[in-house]
């Protein structure tokens, strides 16, 4: 008998371009570090980027966002190296992904629907499930005419002809109708939640919160000692995991919830409605940090503005510094190379935060377990004061 076939059955992986049009005041520096989240963001949807293509502008150019010129440039290289997609670090209008896609002649992505694909391949659950494909359907609608245009330019094919303007108007009846039957099942999920919650009514309640990736979910798993999925990857958590821990015989429920990002797509807050409630009805917010990454501040001003955004900036909040053994590193590797101190010291750091907010800043490692005896301890604290302030009784 010859020797057994196998066949790779592994779909080759998408190539992209990225292509940002940065604000007029942005530095460079800022440009860079927003296209490496974005070239991440690539890499969580399973494709990988190949060249960065940035044009800076008074305002994006209305019909094709970048120029003339950089739209010759960005088509030359993927005509070149058959780029598989385009894109963008912003949101785009129909119009312009219909105008870029002739040009191009490839598949177009603006930031919202990147970040509504890895919230696809993330939820885990019913409803998030339910959440993202309310976000995708009503993303979906104002671009009808636009997929159909796409679907037209796939080469050859039967059922590959765009449907005239009568079938199209049927399918925007079908998208409202779907959109209106998510809504009534994310309503049904909003009122098991309800009444779980109610159940739980009295217990001193605890969300973690964050911009994504800063390691909330491994904090989770070392406060809860629970087995909640977590990787180094954008938006490796979409629902909201909801945990009883007991510190020193005070019970509390802790909640994980979904990573903020810089420009999170409207429709996507609003459709993780219940995950946010998780941060709304919650006593005390421990806002997680990651402190090695470069722009951790305009991080932690992101996570601020999203709070201000969903009412519940108005919470106490116990700030947490994670990833400080990276931290380290990168600061003695500067220290080597520079021969001056780039990065602040922890200490300076600490004392700089405290003063902030006038409150404990803790600096921790969750993969490490550095100074996480000191966190609980802070946490438990925190929580004895909800406790005891609403149960007296019980001192």
């Given at each position: 008998?010859g020797?057994k076939?196998?066949y790779?059955?592994?779909?080759p992986q998408?190539?992209?371009?990225?292509?940002a049009?940065?604000a007029?005041?942005q530095t460079?520096?800022?440009?860079?570090?927003y296209?490496?989240?974005?070239a991440?963001?690539?890499?969580?949807?399973?494709a990988?980027?190949?060249?960065?293509?940035?044009?800076k502008l008074?305002?994006?150019?209305?019909?094709t966002f970048?120029?003339?010129?950089?739209?010759e440039e960005?088509?030359a290289y993927?005509?070149?190296h058959s780029?598989?997609m385009v894109?963008?670090?912003d949101d785009l209008?129909p119009s312009q992904?219909?105008?870029?896609e002739r040009?191009?002649q490839?598949?177009?992505?603006?930031?919202?629907?990147l970040i509504l694909?890895i919230?696809?391949?993330?939820?885990?659950?019913a409803?998030a499930?339910?959440?993202?494909e309310l976000a995708q359907?009503q993303y979906?609608?104002p671009r009808?005419?636009?997929l159909?245009?796409?679907l037209s330019?796939q080469k050859?094919g039967?059922?590959?002809k765009?449907?005239?303007?009568?079938e199209?108007?049927t399918?925007r009846?079908?998208?409202r109708?779907?959109?209106?039957?998510?809504r009534d099942?994310?309503?049904?999920?909003?009122r098991?939640?309800f009444?779980?919650?109610?159940?739980r009514?009295?217990?001193?309640?605890?969300?973690l919160?964050g911009y994504t990736?800063v390691g909330?979910?491994?904090?989770?798993?070392?406060?809860?000692?629970s087995?909640?999925f977590?990787?180094?990857k954008?938006?490796?958590?979409?629902?909201?995991?909801v945990r009883k821990?007991?510190l020193d015989?005070i019970?509390?429920?802790?909640?994980d919830?979904v990573?903020?990002?810089?420009?999170?797509p409207?429709?996507l807050?609003?459709?993780?409605k219940?995950?946010?409630?998780e941060?709304r009805e919650a006593?005390?917010?421990?806002?997680?940090?990651?402190?090695?990454?470069p722009?951790?501040?305009?991080?932690i001003?992101?996570v601020?503005n999203?709070?201000?955004?969903?009412n519940?900036?108005?919470?106490?909040v116990?700030?947490?510094?994670?990833?400080i053994?990276?931290?380290?590193?990168q600061?003695?590797?500067?220290l080597?190379?520079?021969?001056?101190e780039?990065?602040?010291?922890?200490?300076?750091l600490?004392?700089?935060?405290m003063?902030k907010?006038?409150?404990?800043?803790?600096?921790?490692?969750a993969?490490?377990r550095i100074n996480?005896?000191?966190m609980?301890?802070?946490?438990?604290?925190?929580?004895?004061?909800?406790?005891f302030?609403?149960?007296?009784?019980?001192v």
């Amino acid at each position: 008998m010859g020797k057994k076939q196998f066949y790779d059955t592994a779909k080759p992986q998408e190539t992209a371009v990225l292509v940002a049009v940065p604000a007029y005041k942005q530095t460079d520096e800022q440009t860079n570090e927003y296209l490496d989240e974005l070239a991440f963001l690539t890499e969580t949807a399973g494709a990988v980027s190949l060249k960065r293509f940035v044009q800076k502008l008074d305002k994006p150019d209305t019909r094709t966002f970048v120029g003339s010129g950089k739209l010759e440039e960005i088509k030359a290289y993927v005509t070149e190296h058959s780029i598989d997609m385009v894109i963008f670090d912003d949101d785009l209008s129909p119009s312009q992904v219909r105008n870029i896609e002739r040009e191009l002649q490839v598949k177009i992505v603006d930031r919202s629907l990147l970040i509504l694909d890895i919230f696809a391949l993330r939820a885990k659950t019913a409803q998030a499930h339910t959440q993202v494909e309310l976000a995708q359907y009503q993303y979906l609608l104002p671009r009808l005419t636009n997929l159909w245009t796409h679907l037209s330019k796939q080469k050859g094919g039967i059922g590959m002809k765009g449907p005239g303007e009568t079938e199209i108007e049927t399918d925007r009846r079908i998208v409202r109708d779907k959109i209106s039957l998510l809504r009534d099942r994310l309503e049904k999920f909003e009122r098991q939640n309800f009444e779980q919650r109610k159940s739980r009514a009295g217990m001193v309640r605890v969300a973690l919160v964050g911009y994504t990736n800063v390691g909330k979910s491994t904090l989770m798993n070392l406060l809860s000692k629970s087995d909640v999925f977590a990787e180094n990857k954008l938006f490796a958590t979409v629902d909201a995991t909801v945990r009883k821990v007991v510190l020193d015989n005070i019970p509390f429920l802790l909640s994980d919830t979904v990573g903020f990002i810089r420009k999170l797509p409207t429709k996507l807050i609003e459709a993780f409605k219940s995950t946010l409630d998780e941060i709304r009805e919650a006593d005390l917010l421990v806002h997680v940090v990651d402190v090695s990454h470069p722009s951790f501040e305009d991080q932690i001003a992101v996570v601020n503005n999203t709070l201000l955004d969903i009412n519940s900036a108005d919470k106490p909040v116990l700030l947490v510094f994670n990833k400080i053994d990276q931290y380290l590193e990168q600061r003695e590797r500067e220290l080597q190379e520079d021969g001056h101190e780039v990065r602040p010291s922890i200490e300076d750091l600490k004392a700089t935060y405290m003063a902030k907010i006038h409150a404990p800043a803790l600096f921790i490692s969750a993969t490490n377990r550095i100074n996480i005896e000191e966190m609980r301890a802070e946490l438990q604290r925190r929580v004895a004061e909800i406790h005891f302030e609403r149960y007296p009784n019980n001192v």
